[in-house]
């Protein structure tokens, strides 16, 4: 099972990724647990500056930016 968190405040962007993460991940058929991350301090902590972000088991793959589902299945596999 991967861990998937969304970094941001819960902006529209944000919001976002959060639906190409969840899609990209049932595509592929990924058994996944997601979180969302909204404390500033927390966010900080993972090292981004720039939201919303995307970590996946750990390892930040996504800042600043909301990339397609096909590029985030990438990130996934």
């Known amino acids: 099972m991967k861990t998937l968190m969304v970094l941001g405040p819960g902006c529209y962007r944000c919001q976002k990724l959060e639906e190409h993460a969840r899609q990209a991940a049932s595509e592929l058929g990924i058994e996944y647990e997601l979180f969302k991350v909204s404390d500033i301090n927390a966010i900080t902590g993972f090292g981004v500056t720039m939201t919303p972000a995307l970590i996946v088991d ?3 793959k996504v800042s600043g ?11 996934l596999q």
């Open 58 to 60: 750990g390892e930040l």
């Open 65 to 75: 930016k909301v990339p397609p589902v096909e590029e985030i299945k990438k990130l």
